[in-house]
């Protein structure tokens, strides 16, 4: 081979490469590029351990059943997805029905501003997302509100990618992010003008402790809505099927065992919120949410080829192949549970924290 036709061919596979890493294998936003990907506040060489021990959880599911045990399991499993979430997802982490004609990520805008728009706060109010992930609905709610929003997650790694992209779009004056814990917020009593959760209280065992927060630190009078991960009416548990799908999802999503759409807003009474509005927003005439995640199939295998040439390089974790593995796994059993209908991410609950009842003269 002559040196002209070596140079063409090095430039050649040079630019396959650079096509193939940067350019597809860069995040919907620009969040993150493969090159990135790491095991969030994990060591590089702890990530295998701890995915390991992700799945001990769930061959000891009595662990799991222990509530207090739950919120680290919880953080592991964001430390190991964050990164592979925003690089093959976007900043949002959470689904939404397609709208013909519009891209996934208006139709993702779309479905955060729809919760703000609910909660009917002015600019200048002061309101909660509760599991925050990286920020991407909190931005947009306060860029569409001009609302203070405050969002609190378990992970600090996802703390530390939530304020770095706040600062990089403006929003970090509107947009402040606490690590904590949503079943014991370190926020005062009747402190918020309005709160939300988009796909995330689905991670706590018991629904009452999550929702027995947020009461108690919004001010009488103010709205709460939610975007919950159920199972709908055509769950059938004595369906081995349906059961494998469901189980699949759990193990997929760090979910302590999910919820009957019945049960949300028996727990919001419960701990005494008064319900205005439930609607399961996946039904017609909204389009399949799971369209997105069937579209990408191609681009998941190329995804998987590409983390495990970097696994390999060093560049990435050992782990994240596997972290990845599961992921590839978990969207066929999300997809299932969409197209069987016996599943929904966005079973939606609007309540309202009562007015404070003024104490009679003769009490
Ligand atoms: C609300 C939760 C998360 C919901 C979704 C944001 C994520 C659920 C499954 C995830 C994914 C599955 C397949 C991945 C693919 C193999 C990879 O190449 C690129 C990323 C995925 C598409 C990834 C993206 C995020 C999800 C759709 C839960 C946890 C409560
Ligand atoms: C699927 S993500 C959704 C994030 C965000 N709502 C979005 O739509 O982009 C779930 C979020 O809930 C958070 N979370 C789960 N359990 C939590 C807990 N006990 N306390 C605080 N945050 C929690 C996770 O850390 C993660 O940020």
Redo the contacts with the bound molecule.
Sequence with gaps: MDSLTLFCTASLLAAGLYWFVCVLGSAEQKGKHAVQLSGGSIAKEKVQDKYEQYWSFFRRPKEIETADK??AF??T??NLV?DI?EWGWG????FSPSIPGKSHRDATRIH?EMAVDLLNVKPGARIL??????????RAIAAHSGANVV?????EY?VNRARMHNKKAGLDKLCEVVC????Q?PFKDNTFDGAY????????PKLED?YSEIYRVLKPGSLYVS?EWVTTELYRGDDPEHVEVIQGIERG??LPGLRSYKDIAEVAEKVGFEVIKEKDLAKPPANPWWTRLKMGRIAYWRNHILVTVLAWLGIAPKGVVDVHEMLFVTADYLTRGGETGIFTPMHMILCRKPESKVASSSA
């Design positions: 739950v919120p919880v953080d499993f964001y964050t979430y900043q949002s982490f959470h955060e997302d509760a599991g925050c992930g990286v920020g991407g609905p909190m969002g609190i997650t378990i992970n996802q904590g814990n949503f079943l917020m959760s988009i796909e995330a209280t689905c991670h706590a999550v975007y999503d760090a």
